[in-house]
């Protein structure tokens, strides 16, 4: 069955350091998303992508995060100066309808979790 | 400002009994998502509520929704351990290309043999 993967599945990083987690969404999906989950807390919405470009963001989403997919398999979510509050569980996930239409019920991969020191 | 509350916050049941789940929210919005989570795990989407009224059945949970109240409810029928799990339902805010999706704070179900 089809997944969508992430890597790394650990990353340690100091404050102020850049970091890129890596997504493969499921082959045939066009829409692309990344939330993160802080220990234990909710899952909140950080971005939304189609068609090469964000289709929506969240006030968390600021101009440290910027997203790409610089391929026809990765999307990635770089963080350019990472900052203590960081640390979190990163989840991409996607969808092959938008989620105005139809379901677009969107799989999740399995997570990367950041911890910036 | 879009805002989903889930009640109860921990929800402990015994093996065999019934217990629901609410998930309210405070605008308009025309599509609600119920997903699982296992400790230390991702997200597993459970259901796609559509419609005023929808209902929508796996196992022993049950989904509905009823958009003029804003509300959603997850009913779980004869609990099992299985189900032990946090469950978090989500609400699409805005129009075609408002794809910001708000999730519930959780509910962590834990089911007693």
């Known amino acids: 069955e089809p997944e969508v993967t992430q890597t790394p599945s650990h990353q340690v990083t100091q404050m102020g350091q850049e970091v890129i987690l890596r997504c493969v969404p499921i082959?045939?999906?066009?829409?692309f998303y990344w939330y993160r989950q802080i220990l234990g807390q909710k899952v909140e919405f950080l971005v939304s992508f189609y068609n090469n470009e964000i289709s929506e963001k969240s006030e968390i989403f600021d101009d440290q995060f910027s997203v790409e997919r610089p391929d026809g398999s990765n999307f990635t979510l770089k963080i350019r100066s990472t900052k203590l509050e960081d640390s979190a569980m990163y989840f991409c996930a996607s969808s092959e309808q938008p989620p105005h239409k139809g379901e677009g019920e969107q799989y999740f991969g399995p997570g990367t979790r950041l911890t910036v020191t | 400002e879009l805002k989903v509350e889930q009640n109860p916050l921990f929800l402990s049941m015994q093996e065999g009994k019934n217990y629901t789940i609410y998930c309210n929210y405070s605008?308009?919005?025309?599509?609600l998502y119920w997903y699982r989570q296992d400790p230390g795990k991702s997200l597993e989407s459970l259901f796609v509520l559509l419609s005023n009224g929808a209902v929508k059945q796996e196992g022993r949970l049950m989904a509905s929704l009823d958009t003029k109240a804003r509300l959603s409810t997850l009913h779980i029928t004869a609990a099992v351990h299985d189900l032990s799990a946090t469950y978090f339902c989500a609400v699409k805010s805005g129009g075609n290309y408002g794809q910001n999706f708000v999730f519930g704070p959780g509910t962590r179900l834990s089911v007693l043999p």
């Open positions: 082959s045939n999906h066009l829409y």
């Open positions: 605008t308009t919005s025309d599509r």
